[in-house]
């Protein structure tokens, strides 16, 4: 299984960015898809997630009501649209796929910086 994500870029204070993570295989296969995003120093943090059945997310409390995380189940894509971004948003962003508790698997991570 590989996860590709894309649609990170350099955008200033209170942009949007959507990012994107296509699945090689079926989201049918995870019991969850979700985006872990990592800043410099800092560890890796859950952003949110989405169950694969049904609509069950979660966010972190940093990103509720800015980001909206959903999932086209006919294109095995994940997206993450971001919104009024703030410069504490700038770190690596990584797309997962869990099968249990925890993801077992991960995209290659894509930039995000935001300028103040």
């Known amino acids: 299984v590989q996860l590709q994500a894309s649609g990170g870029g350099f955008v200033q204070t209170g942009e949007s960015l959507r990012l994107s993570c296509a699945v090689s295989?079926?989201?049918?296969?995870?019991?969850?898809v979700g985006w872990y995003r990592q800043a410099p120093g800092k560890e890796r943090e859950l952003i949110a997630d989405?169950?694969?059945?049904?609509?069950?997310?979660n966010y972190a409390d940093s990103v509720k009501g800015r980001f909206t995380i959903s999932r086209d189940n006919a294109k095995n894509t994940v997206y993450l649209q971001m919104n009024s971004l703030k410069p504490e948003d700038t770190a690596v962003y990584y797309c997962t796929a869990q099968r249990g508790l925890l993801p077992g698997y991960w995209g290659q991570g894509t930039q995000v910086t935001v300028s103040s």
């Open positions: 989405i169950s694969t059945r049904g609509a069950t997310t």
């Open positions: 295989g079926s989201l049918h296969m995870f019991k969850a």
